[in-house]
């Protein structure tokens, strides 16, 4: 599971995830660092890539696109680089399992 990690989201915290979520990075670390989020959707989409991110607008691209790729969206506001890596830890087993079913294509963390 391959997660592409929003702008929003440091892309310091994409190496902490390599144990859990093999292959995860950051749209800065792609050549994505200001793209929009369509460009940010086809990219994850033609990669295998699951979003994560803290922007709404990825869920209404969802609804109008639907899935691939799937999205992960914290509803937590501010939160310091280690909450979000241990937030993704420690939900990873049900995050795993939400992205391998197939009617599932949106995951909220809050």
């Not at 803290?54 to 869920?59: L, R």
Request: proline residues 5%; negative net charge.
């Amino acid at each position: 599971m391959k997660l592409l990690l929003d702008e929003n989201l440091s892309f310091r915290i994409a190496p902490s995830l390599q144990d859990v979520f093999p292959g995860t990075t950051q749209v800065r670390l792609v050549g994505l660092e200001r793209a929009d989020d369509r460009a940010i959707w086809q990219f994850a989409k033609k990669n295998e890539f699951v979003i994560v991110t803290k922007d709404d607008d990825f869920h209404g691209l969802l609804s109008m696109l639907g899935y691939p790729p799937k999205v992960i969206h914290f509803r937590t506001g501010n939160t310091a680089n280690q909450a979000v890596t241990d937030a993704l830890r420690h939900n990873a087993d049900e995050i795993i399992t939400a992205i391998l079913n197939p009617k599932i294509g949106f995951i909220e963390i809050c």
